[in-house]
């Protein structure tokens, strides 16, 4: 169980902090839930229900050791994705949707690779590497208790020599 003030990570939402705990009286009865403000959209808050939210992939943000995991794999070499751009897409969703900082860092680190180096990203492949970097750069602002551009930018400087 999260405690008012954790850092933690919504897969369908992003990182957030919790603020508080309501509870609401469906048709079923009362139930408790977390209040989760979203790092993404300031002021906008999300109701996870404390029984499912396990279920639902509600997790605490990163620790320090796996930040530092993040940071060496942004300045590893990049993999090859697929060059059809389909299958490409359906490998970095999958690594998005893992739940795996460490996968979601790999896709963003190959894709700003492919960005530069090859033929550059689609439109859909620029959309869904900015969805990454937010969901990124969210868990990186909670971990370090900073905003979200710090939190951008101090990818993007591991990212640099991808990116220039």
């Given at each position: 169980?999260?405690?008012?003030?954790?850092?933690?990570?919504?897969?369908?939402?992003?990182?957030?902090?919790?603020?508080?705990?309501?509870?609401?009286?469906?048709?079923?009865?009362?139930?408790?839930?977390?209040?989760?403000?979203?790092?993404?959209?300031?002021?906008?808050?999300?109701?996870?229900?404390?029984?499912?939210?396990?279920?639902?992939?509600?997790?605490?943000?990163?620790?320090?050791?796996?930040?530092?995991?993040?940071?060496?794999?942004?300045?590893?070499?990049?993999?090859?994705?697929?060059?059809?751009?389909?299958?490409?897409?359906?490998?970095?969703?999958?690594?998005?949707?893992?739940?795996?900082?460490?996968?979601?860092?790999?896709?963003?680190?190959?894709?700003?690779?492919?960005?530069?180096e090859e033929d550059g990203?689609?439109?859909?492949?620029?959309?869904?590497?900015?969805?990454?970097?937010?969901?990124?750069?969210?868990?990186?602002?909670?971990?370090?208790?900073?905003?979200?551009?710090?939190?951008?930018?101090?990818i993007s400087k591991k990212?640099?020599?991808?990116?220039?």
């Amino acid at each position: 169980m999260f405690e008012k003030g954790d850092a933690v990570v919504c897969p369908a939402h992003g990182a957030g902090i919790v603020k508080g705990f309501s509870e609401l009286k469906p048709l079923e009865g009362a139930q408790r839930y977390y209040q989760i403000e979203l790092v993404k959209q300031v002021n906008t808050h999300v109701m996870i229900p404390v029984d499912s939210a396990e279920e639902q992939g509600v997790r605490p943000a990163i620790t320090d050791e796996e930040l530092d995991q993040v940071w060496e794999v942004l300045s590893d070499e990049p993999k090859d994705l697929p060059p059809k751009h389909r299958t490409r897409y359906k490998v970095i969703n999958d690594k998005f949707d893992s739940g795996s900082i460490i996968e979601l860092a790999e896709a963003i680190r190959d894709m700003a690779w492919r960005r530069r180096e090859e033929d550059g990203l689609t439109k859909k492949g620029r959309r869904i590497y900015r969805r990454g970097l937010d969901l990124l750069a969210g868990e990186v602002a909670v971990a370090q208790g900073v905003k979200l551009e710090t939190a951008k930018s101090r990818i993007s400087k591991k990212l640099r020599k991808y990116l220039s």
